[in-house]
């Protein structure tokens, strides 16, 4: 009940909030929008709580000395309800608020947090892709640890409320007046290890619940963004008219992400409808989406590189990374703009300083062929920089130079015949090709014509 509760009224909330990608506050709003949904099913939730906490501790009468003794979940709201009527299943509730609240808030805001960083950042050289259950997995793995230490504290004071003795005549607990009370006392009588009693018990009991509850959760997203794709037809021009009427921007931009990343080419046009109408709403990141189908000509719009620069440069002057990267592109190569060097590299050393993956590799080819600044080593430090997130050409580039000892490098044969082949593994076609000639020779790799010839292929196969 409680966690159908708050996932339920997560996306409502964040919706309310108008949480965006690439905000400054987007964590905060994040945590805040775990923390509404998790007060509601605080509610809905109590009267479940109450009664287990009740079952499960009425098991040891040298515990509970018979203080709630109940048989079976079913003659525990009974008796709950003939001894304190309707309001005796929110006993407890001070506690339970802001003990589900903040959990709720920590293990929905950390669950994307981890999922945005293992996206952006290879681990132990391996880079996680987008809607994967391996993904999901990191992740709730993370989140769960946050989790538990987040609630435990909460935990300790919900069950000692839940399970205190009551006073027969007011039907007031004898040993804590509320929750502050509880916690003073524990933190007097126990010290700060009192708030964390059983924490390891409680990770092994939520830690296993946070991935499976995860798991599901994104795995039933992916099922009904299928089933509204299966529905896509009605996404029209009078009905996206219809639906800026009753949605939120953030929903319009989302219902065009959904069918985006579900589609085929046919679907653009939907997809832009309704990024259009999200960016003409205030939505940033739907203008950023509207202004890259501009500028590719997708969903049967006219390429307009003018247009779309003065989105980007819109974006840039809102300070939103992506569409400030979008800008720096244009004044790099004079795309719908006067070419302004300079400028970019200015703005790709931001986006870089914002960690955003793709400006290292920008700045690195900027310092390398001295457009903006000509410094080699500062070009050496930013390729390494690139391909630490994980940028695949950034790894071929340096394959080349430590391999050749190019550019004042030190030749590392061994470095870079490494670099190389992790390039070529992720389909990089000069890395391909390089070492397609390394094995055609037999210079430091075994010589095999065959695994030559399927590498030639490759880099040709993608140009």
């Known amino acids: 009940m409680i966690a159908g509760t708050r996932f339920g009224l997560y996306d409502p909330a964040k919706r309310a909030l108008g949480v965006e990608k690439g905000q400054s506050t987007y964590l905060v709003k994040n945590y805040l929008a775990g923390m509404l949904s998790g007060a509601v099913s605080s509610f809905t939730g109590n009267p479940f709580y109450l009664v287990r906490a009740r079952l499960q501790a009425s ?4 515990v509970t000395r018979g203080r709630h003794v109940y048989t079976s979940a079913f003659q525990g709201f009974k008796s709950v309800y003939q001894t304190d009527g309707v309001g005796g299943f929110f006993r407890g509730i001070g506690g339970a608020i802001p003990r589900v609240s903040f959990g709720s808030a920590t293990q929905l805001s950390s669950y994307e947090f981890f999922k945005d960083l293992l996206l952006r950042r290879p681990y132990l050289g391996y880079s996680f892709q987008d809607q994967t259950v391996l993904l999901h997995l990191s992740a709730s ?3 769960g640890f946050f989790c538990v230490t987040a609630m435990n504290p909460f935990d300790v004071i919900s069950v000692r409320l839940y399970n205190q ?8 607990g004898l040993l804590y007046t509320g929750p502050l009370d509880c916690a003073r006392k524990t933190l007097v009588t126990e010290g700060v290890k009192g708030a964390f009693k059983g924490w390891t018990v409680q990770y092994i009991r939520l830690g296993p619940h946070t991935v499976f509850t ?13 089933i509204t794709h299966n529905h896509e037809e009605l996404v029209t021009p009078d009905h996206v008219t219809k639906l800026a009427d009753t949605k939120t921007p953030a929903t319009l931009y989302q219902m065009g992400q959904a069918i985006f990343e579900n589609s085929t080419d046919d679907s653009n046009t939907q997809s832009v409808l309704l990024w ?43 300070k939103h990374a992506w569409g400030t990267y979008g800008y720096a592109e244009a004044l790099n190569v004079g795309d719908g703009i006067r070419p302004n060097k300079p400028k970019a590299f200015e703005l790709y050393m931001a986006c870089a300083k914002s960690d955003l993956p793709p ?38 580039i340096l394959g080349d130079w430590y391999f050749n000892g190019v550019h004042n490098v030190v030749q590392n044969v061994s470095l870079g015949l490494s670099l190389r082949q992790e390039a070529a593994r992720a389909g990089v076609p000069n890395a391909l090709f390089n070492m397609g000639c390394l094995y055609r020779v037999g210079d430091h790799v075994e010589k095999n014509e065959a695994v030559a010839y399927q590498l030639f292929q490759q880099a040709a196969i993608k140009g």
């Not at 003795?165 to 007031?172: E, N, Q, V, Y």
């Not at 995860?214 to 299928?226: D, G, H, I, V």
Request: charged share 20%; proline share 3%; aromatic share 12%.
């Open 214 to 226: 995860f798991l599901f959760w994104e795995q039933l997203k992916l099922a009904y963004e299928k």
């Open 59 to 62: 098991n040891s009468g040298a």
């Open 165 to 172: 003795p009551l006073d027969p005549l007011t039907g007031k």
């Open 276 to 318: 259009q109408t999200a960016a003409a709403k205030g939505h940033l990141n739907a203008k950023y989406s509207y202004a890259q189908c501009l500028k590719q000509g997708k969903g049967e719009l006219k390429a307009d590189p003018v247009a779309a620069t003065a989105h980007f440069r819109q974006l840039y002057e809102a």
């Open 359 to 396: 400006a290292y590799m920008a700045v690195a080819n900027m310092y390398a062929s001295g457009e903006g600044v000509a410094k080699v080593c500062e070009a050496l430090e930013w390729y390494h920089k690139a391909a630490a997130k994980g940028d695949a050409h950034a790894k071929s």
């Open 141 to 143: 793995i993370l989140a």
